[in-house]
C-alpha cells in the first residue's frame, strides 16, 4: 500500500526558514496531487499548498509570498520551503497525496502522512 513519510521538521526562531520534506512509496500511480497541510491543537486541518498533476501550485491566502511548495514527480518526493516562519505556524504539518485530480474537499484525500512537528518560537 501507499506509504507517506514526512521529515525535516524541527524547532526554529520566528523569521527563519525551515525544509520540509515528504517520500511516497510504493507509489500505485503516475498522475497524483500532492499537498501540504497543518493542524493546531484543537483545530482541523487546514490547506498549506497543493501541487497538481502538471505542477499547478496554489496556496493558502495567508502564507502566499513565504512558503513554496514542488516536487519531484519521479521519485515521488515532495518539499515545502518555509520562511520567515511564524508562531501560528505551528505546529504539525502532513503531507499528503491523491491518485489523479486534486480534491475539492478535505475528506477527498485519500493518503496522509503521521505528521511532522514544527516548533516556532517568539
Known amino acids: 500500500q501507499v506509504q507517506i513519510e514526512e521529515f525535516e521538521g524541527g524547532s526554529v526562531e520566528a523569521g527563519s526558514s525551515l525544509n520540509l520534506s515528504c517520500i511516497v512509496s510504493?507509489?500505485?500511480?503516475?498522475?497524483?496531487?500532492m499537498g501540504w497541510f497543518r493542524q493546531a491543537s484543537g483545530k482541523e486541518r487546514d490547506q498549506v499548498a497543493l501541487i497538481d498533476n502538471d505542477d499547478n501550485i496554489s496556496y493558502g491566502d495567508s502564507l502566499k509570498g513565504r512558503f513554496t511548495i514542488s516536487r519531484i514527480k519521479a521519485n515521488h518526493t515532495l518539499f515545502l520551503q518555509m520562511n520567515n516562519l511564524k508562531v501560528d505556524d505551528s505546529p504539525m504539518f502532513y503531507c499528503?497525496?491523491?491518485?489523479?485530480?486534486?480534491?475539492?474537499?478535505?475528506?477527498?484525500?485519500?493518503?496522509w502522512g503521521k505528521g511532522i512537528l514544527v516548533i516556532v518560537s517568539s
Open positions: 510504493r507509489y500505485p500511480w503516475m498522475s497524483s496531487c
Open positions: 499528503e497525496s491523491q491518485r489523479g485530480n486534486c480534491p475539492l474537499r478535505l475528506s477527498g484525500w485519500d493518503y
